[in-house]
């Protein structure tokens, strides 16, 4: 950045320029007044003479004032340009940490500038997690169908039961039906039952009989 001192150091330098252009041109004033003074001096004597020289003497005395002023305005105006020059220094190394902290504080809004960017990705993806979350069924409803699950499998289960007790029934029967076959064939053999039972008969109830117990035992 331009240091604010630089309008007034450009008004001193053009201060200075005209100091030392009017000091240039007292010098000059001085020179011609002592050369037109030591002129007058040199001419014939006589009272017109010696009141030229006065007056020559006295332009003399105005220009050698005149230079001690722009002398003196040179010496002040070099006192003003040291100031100036501090002045800028010192604006020049304000300007500096002022640039130091501005590039800091750029810094730390790219790091900030970061961070929002890392906020923002999360809470997009917070959003789509939502969005996801949005499309499953809700815990009442999950609930519910296991709740449904559970039922139908007591449900399953209590017909197993029952097909077992079943099972298990028709297996007794079949049983006390074989036990009464082998008597009624132990009768049969021992000559008790020769005029009711027929041989062939028993032996087809017999086979029957197994065959229904294979099925009951292939079904279990």
């Known amino acids: 950045p331009k240091p604010k001192g630089a309008a007034v150091l450009s008004d001193g330098n053009m201060e200075r320029r005209a100091n030392n252009t009017a000091l240039k041109e007292a010098l000059e004033s001085v020179s011609r007044a002592f050369f ?24 003399l ?11 003196r305005k040179v010496i002040n105006a070099r006192k003003a340009h040291d100031t100036d020059r501090v002045q800028y220094e010192a604006l020049r190394k304000e300007s500096g940490n002022e640039s130091a902290a501005i590039n800091a504080r750029i810094e730390e809004k790219k790091v900030e500038l970061e961070e929002a960017n890392g906020v923002k990705a999360f809470f997009t993806e917070c959003e789509k997690l939502k969005e996801d979350i949005a499309q499953i069924p809700s815990c009442s409803k999950l609930n519910k169908n296991i709740e449904t699950k559970r ?4 449900h399953m289960r209590e017909k197993v039961r029952g097909m077992d007790e079943l099972m298990s029934h028709r297996r007794d029967l079949m049983d006390r039906v074989f036990d009464s076959l082998c008597e009624l064939e132990r009768s049969a053999n021992a000559g008790l039952v020769h ?9 087809a109830i017999q086979s029957e009989a197994f065959a229904a117990l294979q099925d009951t035992e292939g079904v279990d």
């Open 36 to 59: 037109a003074f030591e002129g007058k001096l040199k001419a014939a004597p006589g009272e017109a003479a010696g009141e030229e020289a006065r007056v020559k003497y006295l332009q």
């Open 61 to 71: 005395s105005n220009a050698i004032d005149a230079l001690e002023l722009s002398f």
């Open 151 to 154: 039922t139908d499998m007591e």
């Open 195 to 203: 005029a009711r039972v027929d041989p062939a008969v028993v032996e």
